[in-house]
């Protein structure tokens, strides 16, 4: 994938940066992607840098370069999913027709091409003549989004080229970038709880457009900054010391308010630097389990005020009663050492999580303002951000941008508001008060009447909530309710069950097994479920559990499944005196013991197949076992399933040997592993396809921590041929074991 020394496309600089880079990328995104998928993406990215569709932008940046590092500061930033990761590197090459979305949908499937499709769709904006500085712009970038995830991507890209531009020389089109950061994706950033993105744009931002004040502010800061750190630690180091002896535990930092925030602050009080109120910050965060949260953030508070006098019309309290986009904190100034005030932030790890990294949504926090339905929208996304088990992301892509959507309003007995979208039921109320109401709702009386719990509520409604403690989700629930946070607690609490079902299953079916003195071959065993017709492994599990499945009947069709079918009791021939019968099927598959003498030598044409379980090749010590329908399976003698074939069905195995000339084909895993390496994967490609009587028919690569592990499958005709590949690809540099599969 790395682009060559010739390559037009890739100046020096980013031929060396390249390599680094996707690897980086790989490493972050193999949490989310299976090796098949890096594998594609890598060979289609190649495929673009070769036809050079990785261009470059008005700004003169690799698209490729670019968007790598885009992918690795959402890593850092918002944990992405597989569908944004994947998107972000496939959109320039949909861009210039290299793809079309109808074969990206094919290849990647329909998310990943509803996200190209979206970038694209956005990316179009910036050729149009509508104004960035107008609600009808901002508005225009939703409508085309259509996915939340889109609106993320985009921020976290616009952070990136604005981190790439730093003087560029076309100063006119940097101010423009500058400009749609402050007034379109700081906000947008800020709304959906992206702090530090929305830092940076806004710091950077200023820089570009008024790069005398940034550098003044920059300057002044950094001359002031040894007495500020002094400053800092005499703040601090008696702060931790009764912190320490009240027994917390605790981290405790100082830090400078953002350039932009300061110069916004200074703007705002007419000041200067030396007058700024709380140019600086001290968070103490503390390591305690939930029950103790608020104690011992009080605790805190107490000591810190004990300490130093504090600004009674300064005292922020989040803890006690939370902000309505969840975000949890105490905030006081204290007079601290020669008089200076401080603003201390105190709150535990669990707040500081949800702050920092998003999962709150101060969609109102300092005075932001939007319209109303933005602003409901965002605390929407916020509740599906904090029930979201799975990974907000991929429950976020199932989110409508459609913020202007009709509401109803309802009301609780006691008079409180609720808004809900149109067509919102009784049920959608009850989640939307609490989840556990939601979970144990049987109805409610609407306006005085009982109503069943897919009930559609009106504006101006009054709802009291029936529940019964024998109540469940069930999953027709899904089938009526229309807010997010229902369906998404409905399907959690519909996973759970199924998973504990599942785990109880698997446990029944292993204990039966285990009774049976068998072992059960996990790929066979995910093959057998496939053709059962269950969609999930899970799904066959829960079957068990709840008996729909009889486990001991599926232990005998998983044998059938893996060895032949059972013969009737009854039929106890000997192997040598079996008559066979040849079945159209039998000769469709071109097999006859040509390479094979099964049972005596007189015994002429009998139809064969190899096992799928132990996969023999010629040259394998093999016998044979009898099948039901005359065909004989060949396993090899160290079979995972041959202890329980000889122990079951002696009678039916026949002495088997190899003949001819071992010409014929054999499927054969082999399992390398070594240290991950840009080149291994060509490597050992090139040494299978050197190989005059080798195919590599398969390959499946996964790397982790620096290690790179891969299963292959070839084609050979002999163990020898087999043997030999093996010693060869374990001369590989960086390869550290390959060994075949049973």
Known sequence: ????????????????????????????????????????????????????????????????????????????????????SIALMLAPLAQSGFLSIEKTNEDWGDDIAGMVSGLIRVDSLYGK????????FRNLLLTFAQDIRVIITVITERLQLMRAINHHPDEEAVRSVAAEARYLYAPLAHRLGLYAIKSELEDLSLKYSNREVYSKIAHDLNQRKAARDAYIADFIGPVKSKLEAAGLKFDIKGRTKSISSIWNKIQKQHNDLDHIYDLFAIRVIIDTPPEREKADCWLAY??????YKPNPARMKDWISIPKSNGYESLHTTVSGPQGKWV??????????LVAEKGLAAHWRYKGI????????????????????????MELMKNMSMDVYSDEVFVFTPRGDLHRLPKGATVLDFAFSIHTKLGCSCTGGRVNGKNRKINHRLQS???????????QTPGRDWLQFVVTSKARTKIRQVLNEAQNRRADLGRETLSRRAKNRKMELDEPTLMRFIKKAGYKTVTDFYAAIAEEQLDANRVLEQYVEFA?????????????EGFVFQQTDDDHASGKSSDVLVIGSSSLKGMNYKMARCCNPIYGDP?????SSDGVVKIHRSDCPNAGHIRERYPYRIITTRWSGAGDTSFPATLSVTGTDDIGIVTNISSVINKEKDIQLRNIAIDSLDGLFRGTLTVGVNSTRALDSLIKKIKTIKGVKTAIRLK
Do not use: C
């Open 1 to 84: 994938m790395i682009a060559d020394d010739n390559n037009p496309y890739f100046t020096d600089s980013e031929r060396r940066q390249l390599p680094g880079l996707y690897r980086k990328v790989i490493g972050a995104l193999g949490q989310n992607a299976s090796n098949g998928d890096i594998a594609r993406l890598r060979n289609v990215i190649a495929e673009g840098i070769s036809h050079g569709h990785y261009g470059r932008d008005r700004f003169g940046l690799n698209a490729l370069i670019h968007r790598l590092q885009t992918v690795d500061l959402m890593a850092e930033a918002v944990s992405p999913d597989r569908s944004i």
């Open 129 to 136: 003549t509508a104004s960035v500085e107008s609600d009808n």
């Open 302 to 307: 107490s000591i810190v005020t004990d300490m």
């Open 343 to 352: 603003e201390v932030q105190i709150r535990t790890r669990r707040m500081d």
């Open 369 to 392: 303002k939007g319209e109303r339905g933005l602003d409901a929208w965002m605390n929407n996304v916020r509740d599906i951000l904090e029930t979201a088990e799975s990974g907000p």
């Open 460 to 470: 101006g409604d009054t709802v009291e909530i029936n529940t019964s403690a024998q």
């Open 563 to 575: 060895t032949p079918e059972e013969a009737p009791a009854d039929d106890r021939r000997s192997a």
């Open 622 to 626: 093999v016998f044979g076992f009898i």
